[in-house]
């Protein structure tokens, strides 16, 4: 009887310290909420305050709600110690009152957040103000129809498979292809324009980490598949009305999915990538391993900097709500300086006591030495703190010794926009993703807005959809039939094999890295503004 309530003891506790983890999770993430609507009542009152300002009658009203907003983030900024990263640290924060907030967070959020601003305030060489009309782009799509499917029973027999090859309805997509979802990195440009005006190669590097851990802000709520892109589909984003940018993709490989990219910004800098897709289907989740490397470079400096992507995981696949993870390692290099950053995506863990999503993070000099500690997580926000002080600690675990860091009191790099109203019910997409697939005149025939089924799907015509994702995925397959056909009648013959060509990308070796990738040719934008379409293929 003694032994009996013993071992009765030892699972009571081994019950109650479990329900207290579970406790404290659910705490957090109710904390987590309150922030958020707290959030949205702030971004609602400067609505009201901004339209209240009419441009007509007060031409500078953006600006003066940009430094309304400022106040609201000195209220409310909260201060975290930096965490724990593969090299262990631990850090103090040290009082600092020398150093000034500053407001650019809350005014990107002013800026980039509203793509349905009517006016804007363009500041001519001779300084004047100039109120011009901007394009009204849409803010809503139609409502995602209630449509119930059971994924179980089309991937059961699919385990181990590469998921581009798994004939998927549409029911388990989101109407974006992943070219758009490739340029919806792009939320927040608004960070590389503040890294091209940075004199420190250092703090640059902050804010460029802090756009690498932004892309992933997007996916928390996002757990539907993008359209495969058709081989020779592309996509186009032209932002250089109110964003400085324009975007360019295009399909450059159909097995295994691969995706080629180029933007340049007026402000001051230059992306490209190339991004092959492995995701796998393991029976209880989806594992996503975007392969390939980001390159920037910033015109006025020269740095360029280079990272990769971390891998997304899909859970519950077989029973349960669908839900997201980042996890993984980014090692973002300065080619021209060789600073570093290294960044931590901690997977998540329903034992772990550490914050969900949590991504850590620390930038060092070619020497080695850390000069600034990154925290935050990626679905919300990213913190820098500048080390003062560094000296070794005491042992932690697993025999590691921790570096003990003093730094200077956090600032905010990056904070998250709130999604729009009714996100929930237009597939929790953000302002920008709203915008992607809207259709504007003038773009290649093979881009992606003009692609039917995915047109269909948006509008809520899913049958019709799926009837279409099933036609052209035949003839994708006949026309990758009749390429393999050409290609070993040309072997017979005894001449050189040449594959599909993409038409605005072409692979060349980097300098820097020395590895081959896709590179943007040019010619795009000439032939948009000659509206000479003439070599493009029919894909749709």
Not at 58 to 85: C, W
């Amino acid at each position: 009887m003694i032994n009996a309530c013993r071992d009765f003891l030892d699972v009571a506790e081994t019950h109650s310290r479990r329900w207290q983890r579970a406790l404290q999770y659910e705490r957090e993430q109710r904390h987590h909420l309150e922030e958020t609507i707290e959030q949205l009542a702030k971004q609602h009152n400067s609505l009201e305050r901004a339209w209240r300002e009419a441009p007509s009658t007060h031409p500078d009203g953006g600006e003066r709600t940009q430094e309304g907003d400022a106040s609201d983030e000195n209220e409310d900024t909260e201060f975290f110690d930096a965490m724990e990263d593969s090299p262990a640290f631990i850090t103090v924060t040290a009082s600092d009152h020398t150093q000034h907030r500053r407001s650019g967070s809350n005014q990107s959020i002013m800026s980039g957040g509203l793509p349905n601003n009517e006016w804007s305030h363009n500041e001519n060489d001779s300084g004047s103000n100039n109120v011009q009309l901007r394009r009204v782009r849409r803010s809503r799509i139609p409502n995602k129809p209630n449509y119930s499917l059971n994924l179980w029973s089309i991937m059961k027999n699919c385990i181990g498979k590469e998921l581009s090859k798994i004939p998927m309805p549409v029911n388990f997509n989101e109407p974006l292809s992943m070219l758009q979802r490739l340029t919806e990195d792009l939320e927040y440009s608004d960070l590389l324009d503040r890294a091209s005006r940075c004199e420190s190669s250092l703090e640059q590097m902050c804010l460029v980490a802090a756009f690498s851990v932004s892309s992933y802000s997007t996916t928390i709520h996002r757990t539907a598949k993008p359209f495969n892109p058709l081989l020779g589909e592309t996509y186009e984003l032209d932002r250089l009305d109110d964003f400085g940018y324009r975007s360019i993709c295009e399909q450059v490989s159909h097995h295994p999915p691969a995706a080629a990219h180029h933007v340049t910004s007026q402000r001051g800098w230059t992306l490209w990538q190339e991004i092959t897709i492995d995701s796998k289907f393991r029976g209880k989740y989806i594992s996503v391993m975007p392969l390939g490397c980001i390159h920037l470079q910033f015109h006025s400096s020269g740095n360029h900097y280079v990272w990769g992507k971390v891998t997304s995981t899909v859970h519950n696949i077989i029973v349960g709500k669908l839900w997201i993870d980042q996890s993984g390692d980014i090692e973002i290099v300065n080619h021209r300086t060789k600073d570093t950053c290294h960044l931590k995506f901690v997977p998540y863990s329903y034992f772990s006591r550490d914050l969900s999503r949590k991504v850590t993070g620390v930038v060092a000099d070619s020497e080695g030495t850390a000069h600034h500690i990154l925290s935050g997580t990626w679905d919300d926000k990213m913190e820098s703190a500048k080390i003062v002080e560094s000296s070794r600690g005491c042992g932690g675990s697993e025999g590691k010794q921790k570096t003990l860091y003093q730094t200077l009191q956090p600032k905010v790099l990056w904070k998250k926009y709130p999604l729009p109203e009714n996100s929930e019910n237009m597939h929790f997409f953000s302002s920008l993703a709203l915008t992607l697939n809207e259709p504007e005149e003038g773009v290649a025939p093979t881009d992606s807005r003009l692609r039917p089924d995915q047109r269909l799907m948006e509008a809520g015509l899913w049958d019709e959809a799926n009837a279409h994702k099933q036609r052209l995925e035949e003839r994708q397959r006949l026309e990758r039939r009749k390429r393999e056909a050409q290609a070993t009648q040309v072997l017979e013959e005894g001449q050189d094999i040449e594959g599909f060509q993409p038409l605005w990308f072409e692979r060349r070796t980097d300098d820097s890295t020395g590895e081959s990738t896709y590179v943007y040719r040019g010619g795009y934008w000439e032939a948009k503004d000659r509206q000479d379409w003439s070599q493009c293929p029919e894909i749709f």
